[in-house]
Each structure stands twice: as structure tokens, then as C-alpha cells.
């Protein structure tokens, strides 16, 4: 489902400090579970998704620390789609700390055969030239930098939700471990992001990392969202469309190396970290409108 967000510039004089996430620094995922009006998230449920968050501990990005304009008529509004009921437009006054990404998550019936829908946030902004600059830097054909996305569950009773942590998943039932994953990869960009498009060429994903591993590429599916039944291994990928009950899966090397390819990082060994100061010169914006796509499933 695509949605589209307003972005404009605006000469406001409001100060902006920019700053990175340091090497080193995994990506934060804080779940928000405001919209779980259901109470589908369980105690049992959330260690689920904190084991997912943790599976990426190995990967930073460097989104900046981009507070809420404060300058008289300035907003920046995330634009979410109701993870519990599907309705879009959902507003929340947004700020960012370098390098997390919050993630609205809830439950309702997704419809047939759809297990789970996810996908980074769109944003409502007006602000100044130098604050729209910084986030213009966010979404580019380069990098991906999401700030925040939504993740839905089917709650519907075709289905059975193993939510535990053991790999060991009962013969039909569906592991919410493997569908979390599945979804925190659309919300990071793979399918869902103008950095991620930029490097299909014909029916293959061609990023500089994946041929790396993989020459010529990964095939993708007709509307570029999901591998194509893709292996690594012997093992199909978590971002195939579709996965089978009674089964875990994990994300694989390939899959980091996909999210490489959209600017996100290997956190370093601790003995091999190094810093780095970076000057960054703010220039101008231009009012214009950004695509912001939600909620791939």
C-alpha cells in the first residue's frame, strides 16, 4: 500500500543541531505498543519481538538526531497507517535520536493468507530550509534512514501463532519470531524505499554488497517487494513472499548484505572501532513532495 507525505521548506529561522549515531551503536528499535488496542502483544509475545529487535544487533545506521521544529506554524508529523485497523493517516509528532527507529505494532484480521504487513512511516513537514535538508537525507537513492514504521499481525483464527523462543516450531502453526523479521525488512527499506529501487535492474536486485555474494544479483518478485523465492545456503529467505507454518526462519548474509546496500552498516568490532568527526554544510530546500510507501506485507 503506498501512501504520500507533504514536505516543505520554509524560511523560519529555527536552529538546527545535527548529530550521528557513533560507530559501533547498533540500531535502537523501541516498540511502541500505543495501538495494540487489542492486547495482542502479550508479555510472551513483546520477549518475541526483543528477540527479533536483537537480531540486528550487527547493523547500525546513521540516522541523525532531528528534534520536533519549534519555530512558530513548524511541524513534522509521522504519518502512519493504524497498525490494529489499516486505516491510514494517522499523525504523531515525530522526533529522532540518531539511529532508532520506533515501530507502531498491533493486530487485526489482514485477510486471507496474509500473515503480517509492515513498512517505514511517511512524514507531514514544514520547517526550515537547513532542519528540511537533514531530512532530506533520510530517504535519498543512495540511503534509507527510517525514523519510524508500523508492523501488523493477522489476529484472524485460521491461523496458530508460535510465540516462543525455541527454534523448534509445532507442525502448523506460524512462528511470530520469523513474520517479525520478515516485516522489520520492509520497515528498513527492502522493498519499500527509493534506495532499494534504485538498484533493480529488470527483475533483479543488484546492490554493489548482494553480487558481492551472489553475481548477477537477486531475482525479485513482479512489483519488487519480496525476493523471489530466493535461497542462501539451502535456506529460503525470510524476504521471500511467502513463509511456511511449522518452520523458523533467520536473516541471512544475503539479507544484511541487501540492507549494506541501502547505507546501513556492520557494526564494528569493539577492538576495531574508530571515530570520526564529519562536517556537514546545510544549504537550501526546495518545496516539493516526498513518496513514502507503507506497508508492504
Same mark, same amino acid.
Do not use: C
Given at each position: 500500500?503506498?501512501?504520500?507525505?507533504?514536505?516543505?521548506?520554509?524560511?523560519?529561522?529555527?536552529?538546527?543541531?545535527?548529530?550521528?549515531?557513533?560507530?559501533?551503536?547498533?540500531?535502537?528499535?523501541?516498540?511502541?505498543?500505543? @495501538?495494540?488496542?487489542?492486547?495482542?502483544?502479550?508479555?510472551?509475545?513483546? *520477549?518475541?519481538?526483543?528477540?527479533?529487535?536483537?537480531?540486528? #544487533?550487527?547493523?547500525?545506521? #546513521?540516522?541523525?538526531?532531528? %528534534?520536533? %521544529?519549534?519555530?512558530?506554524?513548524? @511541524?513534522?508529523?509521522?504519518?502512519?497507517?493504524?497498525?490494529?485497523?489499516?486505516?491510514?493517516?494517522?499523525?504523531?509528532?515525530?522526533?529522532?535520536?540518531?539511529?532508532?527507529?520506533?515501530?507502531?505494532?498491533?493486530?487485526?484480521?489482514?485477510?486471507? !493468507?496474509?500473515?503480517?504487513?509492515?513498512?517505514?512511516?511517511?512524514?507531514?513537514?514544514?520547517?526550515?530550509?537547513?532542519?528540511?535538508?537533514?531530512?532530506?537525507?533520510?530517504?535519498?537513492?543512495?540511503?534509507?534512514?527510517?525514523?519510524?514504521?508500523?508492523?501488523?499481525?493477522?489476529?484472524?483464527?485460521?491461523?496458530?501463532?508460535?510465540?516462543?523462543?525455541?527454534?523448534?516450531?509445532? /507442525?502448523?502453526?506460524?512462528?511470530?519470531?520469523?513474520?517479525?523479521?520478515?516485516?522489520?525488512?520492509?520497515?528498513?527499506?527492502?522493498?519499500?524505499?527509493?534506495?532499494?529501487?534504485?538498484?533493480?535492474?529488470?527483475?533483479? $536486485?543488484?546492490?554493489?554488497?548482494?553480487?558481492?555474494?551472489?553475481?548477477?544479483?537477486?531475482?525479485?518478485?513482479?512489483?519488487?517487494?519480496?525476493?523471489?523465492?530466493?535461497?542462501?545456503?539451502?535456506?529460503? *529467505?525470510?524476504?521471500?513472499?511467502?513463509?511456511?507454518?511449522?518452520?523458523?526462519?533467520?536473516?541471512? /548474509?544475503?539479507?544484511?548484505?541487501? *540492507?549494506?546496500?541501502?547505507?546501513?552498516?556492520?557494526?564494528?568490532?569493539?577492538?576495531?572501532?574508530? $571515530?570520526?568527526?564529519?562536517?556537514? !554544510?546545510?544549504? $537550501?530546500?526546495?518545496?516539493?513532495?516526498?513518496?513514502?510507501?507503507?506497508?508492504?506485507?
Amino acid at each position: 500500500m503506498k501512501t504520500s507525505s507533504r514536505l516543505k521548506g520554509i524560511a523560519l529561522g529555527l536552529a538546527v543541531t545535527l548529530g550521528s549515531v557513533l560507530p559501533g551503536h547498533a540500531i535502537a528499535i523501541i516498540w511502541n505498543y500505543d @495501538y495494540d488496542t487489542g492486547g495482542f502483544f502479550t508479555e510472551e509475545r513483546k *520477549l518475541v519481538l526483543e528477540k527479533a529487535a536483537a537480531r540486528f #544487533d550487527h547493523l547500525a545506521i #546513521d540516522s541523525p538526531d532531528l %528534534p520536533y %521544529p519549534t519555530e512558530e506554524g513548524a @511541524y513534522w508529523d509521522w504519518n502512519i497507517i493504524n497498525p490494529s485497523t489499516g486505516v491510514a493517516g494517522t499523525y504523531i509528532p515525530g522526533s529522532l535520536q540518531a539511529g532508532t527507529v520506533t515501530i507502531y505494532v498491533g493486530a487485526y484480521d489482514l485477510g486471507e !493468507g496474509v500473515l503480517g504487513r509492515g513498512g517505514p512511516a511517511g512524514s507531514d513537514v514544514l520547517a526550515t530550509p537547513e532542519w528540511v535538508a537533514i531530512f532530506d537525507t533520510l530517504n535519498t537513492p543512495e540511503v534509507f534512514k527510517p525514523y519510524a514504521g508500523t508492523l501488523s499481525l493477522t489476529n484472524s483464527s485460521e491461523y496458530t501463532w508460535y510465540s516462543g523462543l525455541s527454534d523448534e516450531v509445532p /507442525d502448523g502453526e506460524v512462528d511470530l519470531y520469523s513474520v517479525v523479521l520478515h516485516e522489520l525488512g520492509h520497515v528498513f527499506g527492502i522493498g519499500t524505499s527509493d534506495a532499494w529501487d534504485a538498484r533493480i535492474v529488470g527483475d533483479h $536486485f543488484v546492490g554493489d554488497h548482494v553480487v558481492s555474494l551472489l553475481p548477477g544479483g537477486v531475482q525479485v518478485t513482479d512489483d519488487h517487494s519480496h525476493f523471489e523465492d530466493a535461497e542462501w545456503n539451502g535456506m529460503p *529467505l525470510l524476504l521471500n513472499t511467502a513463509l511456511l507454518e511449522g518452520q523458523r526462519y533467520d536473516w541471512s /548474509d544475503l539479507e544484511t548484505a541487501a *540492507l549494506q546496500d541501502l547505507g546501513y552498516v556492520l557494526v564494528p568490532e569493539p577492538a576495531t572501532i574508530s $571515530f570520526a568527526v564529519t562536517g556537514f !554544510g546545510l544549504l $537550501f530546500a526546495l518545496q516539493r513532495r516526498r513518496r513514502a510507501r507503507q506497508n508492504a506485507a
